[in-house]
């Protein structure tokens, strides 16, 4: 069945089995997509991970291993570490500018409500309050992931 | 490496821990886990070629983040650390919508200033005034319309912004992560 292998099977130079466990989610066409995955996880990692999990949900553990495996591949010392690192800074910028904003939103009610005259009690209105800022990652340190650890000591020059 | 502990990997692996074992800086014998869950997922071959392929000053923190992902896959087979960075650069956008409608509210307050200052102008301007053109008080007009609305459409502003591509704002990674089911929540 040489013409109907999959990358795998073409790349480790093997048989490939009806029932091969790589060939739905490594298509002949994609060569580049497993050898990234064998590269950084290995074959037999691979199709282990896969073994165990449900067939429904091995299309997208695939993906993510493929994903993480380029990720690893670009930035060898950091890997996804390095983007969620990234992401972090993002929403630690973001929630600075955030408060900025809506200080000064606040500064703004203040001056154009000491403008108008009092409105009486049966006029008052309810202001649509401003979003709260959802940025509750505490998850990352429950799940015991020292992210923080990760952080603080490295270079400032994290991504190659 | 005669009477000296093996390092976790070659305990694990069941060899002899040599001088320059290139696993013993990074896997010391008390934390035998360390090494047992990267091995699992990424293969002790593997990482050793990964860390001969880096400068030996990075080596420290490659191992860390190799821990932190073979953990975050053990704990979530499917999605491993890409769960995270879906759920994270989900907070970045929020927070991008956020910030874009409170600088379209500080927009909003420093026109209507700009106005109030434009009408204590005119009252205290001379007598011969200069006639504005009809285009200048159809700006007036849409302006007055606008800030008319005593209540801030947060509702419209944010749908507008969710017709955007949101694609520009956040390339810092190479390609979307594939989408996760809610294991991190």
Redesign the interface.
């Known amino acids: 069945m040489n013409s109907g292998r999959c990358a795998a099977c073409k790349y480790l130079r093997r048989r490939c089995p009806r029932d091969c466990i790589f060939s739905p989610y490594f298509p002949p066409t994609n060569p580049h997509r497993f050898s990234c995955v064998h ?4 074959a ?2 691979v199709g282990k ?1 896969l073994q ?2 449900p067939v429904e ?1 091995r299309g ?2 695939a ?3 493929y ?2 495996a ?3 591949m ?1 930035n ?9 690192t ?3 800074q ?2 630690n910028e ?2 600075r ?2 408060a900025r ?2 200080a ?2 606040a500064f ?2 203040h001056a ?1 409500n000491a403008h108008r005259p009092l409105p009486q009690q049966d006029q008052l ?1 309810v ?2 309050s ?2 709260e ?3 509750d ?1 505490s ?2 340190d429950q ?5 923080s ?2 952080m603080s000591p ?1 270079d400032p020059a994290w991504f190659l | 490496m005669v009477g000296a502990t093996p390092c976790a990997s070659c305990k694990l692996l069941r060899r002899r821990c040599a001088k320059d074992c290139i696993f013993a800086p990074y896997f010391p014998p008390d934390d035998p886990h360390k090494f047992a869950i990267v091995h699992k997922i990424f293969g002790a071959s593997n990482v050793s070629k990964m860390l001969q392929e880096i400068p030996v000053q990075q080596r420290g923190d490659a191992v860390s983040s190799l821990v932190f992902e073979a953990n975050a896959r053990s704990r979530d087979p499917v999605y491993g650390c890409v769960g995270a960075i879906s759920y994270l650069q989900n907070q970045v956008s929020q927070l991008q919508m956020q910030l874009a409608v409170a600088q379209a509210e500080i927009l909003c307050f420093q026109m209507q200033q700009q106005q109030q200052q434009q009408q204590q102008d005119h009252h205290h301007q001379q007598p011969n005034n200069i006639p504005i053109t009809t285009q200048q008080m159809m700006n007036q007009d849409e302006k007055s319309l606008l800030l008319s609305t005593s209540n801030f459409d947060y509702n419209l502003l944010q749908q507008q912004y969710l017709n955007f591509s949101s694609t520009t704002s956040n390339n810092i990674v190479m390609q979307d992560p594939p989408k996760r089911e809610s294991l991190w929540t």
């Open positions: 590269r950084i996880f290995g037999s990692n991970m165990q999990l949900l997208e553990a993906e993510t291993l994903y993480e380029q990720c690893r670009e060898p010392v950091y890997g996804c570490v390095g983007i969620i990234q992401l972090h993002q929403i973001a929630e500018e955030l904003a809506q000064q939103i703004h009610r154009s209105e202001e649509p401003a979003p800022a959802v940025t990652s998850w990352l799940n015991e992931f020292d992210v650890a990760l490295l």
